[in-house]
């Protein structure tokens, strides 16, 4: 059983910055890809930044530039630094991993909340 395990959300003001981590309970060199999703009340979730085993990283258009997806495989963590915040991108935001042989698993997800 795969465990993922996000951290660092929080409260921030706008323009300023937060980094978010996924801990994952198995080696993520095991996976195709690890991403963040994020969702916001009544709306659905979407994809914000993705990166693949090979370090290939794809970005939602309204985060690129500001945010940067990382994976340090030794820690079996992926991390999202989120700059320059803007309201918008107040949600839960969820960490998942496609694992080879094991499928495709999601964190619990963590409060962002971005607000003066």
């Known amino acids: 059983q795969v465990q993922l395990v996000e951290s660092g959300g929080g409260l921030v003001q706008p323009g300023g910055s937060l980094r978010l981590s996924c801990a994952a309970s198995v080696s993520i060199f095991r996976t195709n890809f690890m991403g963040w999703y994020r969702q916001a009340p009544g709306n659905e979730r979407e994809l914000v930044a993705r990166i693949t085993n090979g370090g290939t990283t794809t970005y939602e258009d309204s985060v690129k530039g500001r945010f940067t997806i990382s994976r340090d495989n030794a820690k079996n963590t992926v991390y999202l630094q989120m700059n320059s915040l803007k309201p918008d991108d107040t949600a839960v935001y969820y960490c998942?991993?496609?694992?080879w042989g094991a499928g495709i698993y999601w964190g619990q997800g963590t409060q962002v909340t971005v607000s003066s």
């Open positions: 998942n991993g496609n694992f």
